[in-house]
């Protein structure tokens, strides 16, 4: 018995994916293995167990005899070149003289079958095929499986301070899964017949699919691929497993490209350099034992670690800008010496587009699909959420405010020989919108205000709260996007951390953690039930982050709140 991991090519990667092949790797040779099968007249779902004790051909009833064709290209690398190991330097200080080892061999067994493309991958060839890749393959044919045990699961969280994770379970059948995730690995094992002959109960599920089979052999990889055929055709969907489905429109797709621009122009977006990946079936810890090499046109660097404060020194050395060319610098990653991977910097951005509701993931945009958004939506309908219209930041009141401070403080040293114009601009300034709010809801309402009272935390400063009032703390932010408004729940996530650590030094009683955010927005949030509804935000990333932040109050024993006011 022995494991295949199999891909899917995508259909506009074939021609790109064999140019690849041909080039990082040697052509041995084509075989072709000829099937006759029948020809079902009308495939119907079916609801049964999976019988994978006969082959497809074997199942079907008898109708026209047809001929289908499997070309079995295989490509092989075994290098022969030794390369000097990273840790020679522990060697050195005991005088050993082990200074080389040879790279791993790797082997890819490209098959076409009319026009439809498979890779089984073997070594560390699946960092080659990866990236050509149909990545809804795996999870479209998981969903359609009954599983006996759920052993391992990978997922990711956008916009969450935890990006992705990886939970082990034991004697579990069942997928869980919180709202804001979607899956990126399954390991478990499936129900099949006990006398299967094509691949036993373990299987792995990621961007590939990784079998037991019961024989080596090609013929037992054909009555796979049939198998995988047949399910996707007849079988249906057995589970729910959200994850993000692929953008294939060009149009939508060349929109996206130039937001992406925009705001890396206006350095709105994240690059994430992330800890852990899914290659196939397989976790990759990138920091681990890795280096890399940057590069821009002639330009190289070897670095130890991949951060976004690397690129700037890079690009500082080699004087170019890096928010214009960030897309076009390379990044090779090199495990033990070795080189596994080429990337550009785009494969390596995470950025989630609101309008659009895309994610960018590994260098391809992907939509949050209605399980997820589902999903999302039920768990913020689950916080309380209040409107009082006492409460609005009011422009004209504001106004007056920084009046009334000129009359007070237009005589101070630092106004001299300025015009009231520039002295009111510099109190504007003085009494920033938020500043302002939390004055004004201190002075009329009986707030206490925390705004610019820090707590000091080793080496850094955290504003625990803008806003205390009868066992409430609230973070306030007043804005119209994601990108302004997140930083309310960044603020409360790190107070969140002070209390969880038991660093804080106020006595104040608590018990609900707020977020008090006021829209700059002409239109107000529909009441639902006596609440505005939140949900009707076109702020992706925001509604992510507000999800994850509720999850968190709730694991200290505190009552998530949110306040929504509006600038009038």
């Known amino acids: 018995m022995g494991q295949i991991n199999i891909y899917k090519i995508a259909t506009n990667k074939r021609v790109e994916l064999v140019r690849q092949l041909s080039q990082k790797l040697d052509e041995v040779g084509t075989i072709r293995i000829e099937r006759e099968l029948k020809e079902n007249s009308a495939k119907e779902p079916h609801q049964e167990t999976l019988d994978v004790s006969e082959t497809p051909a074997e199942r079907t009833e008898k109708s026209e005899v047809v001929k289908e064709y499997y070309n079995f290209t295989l490509y092989i690398s075994s290098p022969q070149e030794q390369k000097e190991i990273n840790w020679n330097w522990l060697l050195d200080e005991f005088n050993q003289r082990i200074k080389t080892t040879l790279p791993n061999p790797k082997s890819v067994l490209l098959i076409q079958r009319n026009n439809d493309y498979y890779c089984v991958t073997f070594g560390f060839a699946y960092f080659l095929v990866d990236k050509y890749c149909d990545r809804n393959f795996a999870f479209n ?83 796979l691929i049939m198998f995988i055929e047949d399910v996707m055709v007849n079988s249906p969907d057995q589970v729910k497993i959200p994850v993000f489905s692929k953008v294939i429109e060009d149009h939508l797709i060349d929109k996206l490209n130039m937001k992406l621009k925009e705001a890396i122009k206006e350095e709105t977006y994240i690059v994430n350099f992330s800890e852990i990946d899914i290659i196939g079936t397989n976790e990759t810890f990138n920091h681990n034992d890795s280096t890399y090499k940057i590069s821009y046109k002639s330009k190289h660097k070897t670095i130890e670690s991949l951060t976004q404060e690397e690129l700037h020194k890079f690009a500082k050395e080699n004087k170019f800008n890096l928010n214009e060319n960030i897309l076009d610098i390379k990044v090779v990653s090199f495990q033990n010496g070795n080189p596994v991977r080429t990337d550009f910097i785009k494969d390596l951005i995470d950025y989630t587009d609101d309008e659009e509701r895309s994610l960018l993931s590994k260098g391809q945009w992907f939509k949050f699909n209605d399980d997820y958004l589902n999903y999302l939506e039920d768990s913020i309908s689950e916080i309380e959420t209040t409107y009082d219209p006492e409460y609005d930041f009011d422009k004209n009141e504001h106004k007056k405010f920084i009046d009334s401070k000129f009359i007070l403080e237009k ?35 009986g707030f206490v205000n925390y705004d610019r009272d820090f707590t000091r935390v080793g080496t850094a400063t955290i504003e625990e709260m803008d806003l205390y009032k009868d066992g409430t703390i609230y973070a306030v932010k007043i804005g119209n996007s994601s990108g302004k408004l997140s930083y309310v729940v960044d603020q409360s996530l790190q107070t969140l951390k002070i209390y969880k650590h038991k660093m804080s030094n106020n006595n104040l009683e608590i018990k609900e953690i707020g977020l008090w955010i006021i829209l700059d927005r002409k239109t107000k949030l529909p009441i639902i039930s006596g609440k505005p509804n939140i949900n009707h935000l076109d702020m992706l990333i925001l509604k992510n982050k507000i999800d994850h932040w509720k999850k968190e109050v709730r694991l200290l024993g505190y009552k998530p709140v949110i306040r929504i006011n509006y600038v009038i």
């Open 141 to 223: 044919f998981a969903r359609k499986l009954k599983y006996k045990e759920v052993k391992t699961t990978a997922l990711t969280t956008p916009n969450s301070q935890k990006n992705k994770s990886i939970n082990t379970y034991v004697n579990y059948n069942d997928f869980e899964f919180d709202s804001g995730e979607s899956f990126t690995k399954i390991k478990a094992k499936v129900e099949v017949e006990e006398n299967s002959s094509i691949f036993k109960e373990g299987i792995e599920i990621g961007n590939s699919i990784k079998f037991n089979i019961v024989e080596n052999s090609l013929e037992k990889i054909v009555d």
């Open 411 to 445: 005589g101070e040293v630092i106004y001299q020989d300025l015009t009231e114009k520039e002295i009111k601009k510099k109190l504007k300034n003085k009494y920033y919108s938020e500043k302002y709010y939390n004055i004004n809801l201190q002075e009329k309402f």
